[in-house]
């Protein structure tokens, strides 16, 4: 028989019922896909959701707007291609860079799982779906808890950055995903509010400048107005206007063809975005004082490029009064005019000397940026050889590694940067503080030239050498040890109007070495043994009293 007494207990299952089925539904609205959403109306919603820090990010433009009026470079390119790049820069040659963040937690794939686990079909996809569930329930936000750095020592990274020989440190203090890696207050999704609840960016800065060692930093931040984009194509956590601080804008990316400038690139960039960006990139250099700034391609799309020219002359008006000497901007492709900072390219070297000074930028690991489990590495000799052919064409090699998420650095890595600054401690002369000669090198391997060609170049041999000068010497880099005990050098022939050889010498070796300067090139008897591996450097004088003339 039916009790009376059971209403009240029938009502209440009722509501609660109509309850749960009411916010499944909601939560299920919160993740739908928004891709019919006009752009204005989805960048609306990141400003509102961003507009907790707005007076401070007003105090910041405002900043930049009052330095650009009272220092001598103005936000033009007219005033910026005035710019001379450092002489600390060129003396450097090698710098180390960091790719370090949340996206090292899942470790599969590449620094750009963020995006790739929204991209239905992609391994990233799929690997999330089966190792972390659906992406309207486990999303990027939910790796940042995971991303603890608990091991994270930024002493022991200085020192073996120090001991790899390089000059200067450039990790990345925001990636394309919008973590930021720094103690910004602009935002709450930073390493110093959540996961490793530590200004990671700020302590490695003491240590790598405690070190003896430059530090710069990197920003992405401009290209997170489109990386999450993918996500609205899907039910996922990028449509949740609750996240929306995180996940940015994420606008559909137009992107254009590859190889053409960004002015062909037409994705949604509000002015609220670009005015973000600049403040962001002037916060950097108000909390940190970076000797180098690096920025990814993106910084030359056409609805950036004026904030561009803002952020430049403020930031090397700021260095000059910070640091007594103007900072370095590395930029790549078409980004900026050519004179007003750093080319950079991305897995690539040129063929030839470049007048104004560059700079290659280039992983120790083959398939990501950032750590994932199963990378492979290039070896000491490759990066040492790498190293030396940009030297010899007037440029720097910015050699990135992928820490875990524990803050841990691979064996492995750890291993070739030893290996090349075993390299350097006994060559470095030959390649710290030197300049171009008049050619870069001979020999019949040639590099293949542009960006992301750079494991494309075959192997050097006895007969490939590559030149450097400093001062009245002249280094010769032999990048393959002779088996015959005789390196010969074809560019030095004993031709008229040349001058007479001094001395040769073979750094890291006492040995005096007997050398002939002949009609095909310069004779050198070299020892049995290399005093390092992987290339050598002679060391060459030239008697500047007297000229060879002819009979």
Do not use: C
């Not at 910041?60 to 001598?72: C, S």
């Not at 935002?187 to 430059?214: F, I, N, Q, Y």
């Not at 994420?250 to 063809?257: D, E, I, R, T």
């Not at 489990?373 to 992928?402: A, C």
Request: aromatic content about 14%; charged content about 20%.
């Amino acid at each position: 028989m039916f009790s009376h007494r059971l209403l009240p207990i029938l009502k209440v299952g009722k509501l609660f019922l109509l309850s749960a089925a009411v916010s499944m539904a909601q939560a299920q609205s919160a993740t739908a896909p928004t891709t019919t959403q006009e752009p204005a109306s989805i960048d609306q919603i990141w400003q509102k959701a961003s507009s907790k820090y707005d007076s401070e990010r007003a105090t910041l433009l405002k900043k930049v707007d009052t330095v650009n009026q009272q220092g001598p470079f103005r936000a033009d390119w007219e005033s910026l291609q005035k710019y001379e790049v450092p002489e600390w820069y060129k003396d450097a040659k090698f710098g180390i860079f960091i790719h370090w963040g949340a996206y090292s937690v899942p470790a599969f794939g590449s620094e750009w799982y963020p995006r790739n686990m929204y991209v239905p079909e992609s391994p990233e996809y799929k690997h999330h779906l089966a190792t972390y569930g659906p992406q309207d329930k486990f999303g990027y936000k939910d790796f940042l808890p995971m991303f603890k750095a608990e091991h994270f020592d930024p002493v022991a990274w200085a020192e073996l950055f120090k001991k790899s020989g390089a000059k200067y440190v450039v990790p990345v203090a925001e990636h394309h995903d919008g973590f930021a890696m720094y103690d910004s207050g602009l935002s709450d999704w930073t390493a110093a509010k959540m996961g490793p609840h530590r200004d990671t960016t700020g302590e490695l800065g003491k240590a790598v400048r405690a070190a003896g060692l430059h530090f710069g930093l990197s920003s992405h931040r401009v290209e997170h107005n489109f990386f999450l984009g993918v996500g609205r194509s899907i039910s996922s956590d990028v449509n949740d206007p609750q996240y929306a601080a995180f996940y940015g804008p994420a606008h559909n990316w137009l992107s254009p063809p590859w190889g053409v400038p960004l002015n062909d690139d037409f994705t949604y960039v509000s002015s609220s975005w670009a005015d973000d960006w600049l403040a962001r990139s002037a916060e950097l250099v108000e909390k940190y004082h970076p000797d180098i700034v690096y920025f990814d391609w993106w910084i030359g799309q056409a609805s950036i490029r004026p904030n561009l020219a803002k952020f430049a002359a403020f930031y090397y008006n700021s260095s000059l009064k910070y640091d007594h000497h103007v900072g370095v901007i590395n930029f790549k492709d078409y980004a900026m005019q050519e004179h007003s900072a750093v080319l950079d390219l991305e897995r690539g070297q040129l063929g030839d000397i470049r007048p104004l000074y560059w700079q290659t930028d280039t992983s120790v690991s083959n398939k990501s940026w950032g750590y994932i489990k199963d990378d492979t590495f290039k070896s000491p000799e490759f990066v040492v050889h790498q190293l030396i052919d940009i030297v010899s064409k007037n440029g720097n090699l910015l050699l990135n590694i992928g820490p875990r998420s524990d803050g841990t650095i691979p064996e492995e890595v750890q291993q070739v940067l030893l290996d090349v600054g075993a390299w350097l401690s006994v060559n470095g002369e030959a390649i710290y503080g030197t300049r171009p000669w008049r050619i870069y090198g001979e020999g019949p391997t040639k590099v293949a030239a542009g960006s992301f060609h750079d494991t494309d170049t075959t192997g050097y041999t006895a007969e490939d050498f590559r030149f450097t000068t400093k001062g009245d010497v002249l280094y010769a880099i032999g990048l393959g040890w002779p088996t015959n005990g005789e390196a010969v050098i074809r560019s030095l022939t004993s031709t008229v109007g040349t001058e007479h050889l001094q001395s040769v010498t073979l750094l890291g070796s006492d040995e005096n070495l007997q050398f002939d300067q002949r009609a095909d090139g310069l004779h050198v008897r070299i020892p049995v043994r290399a005093p390092a591996k992987y290339a050598y450097a002679l060391r060459i004088m030239f008697d500047h009293s007297s000229h060879r003339t002819g009979s």
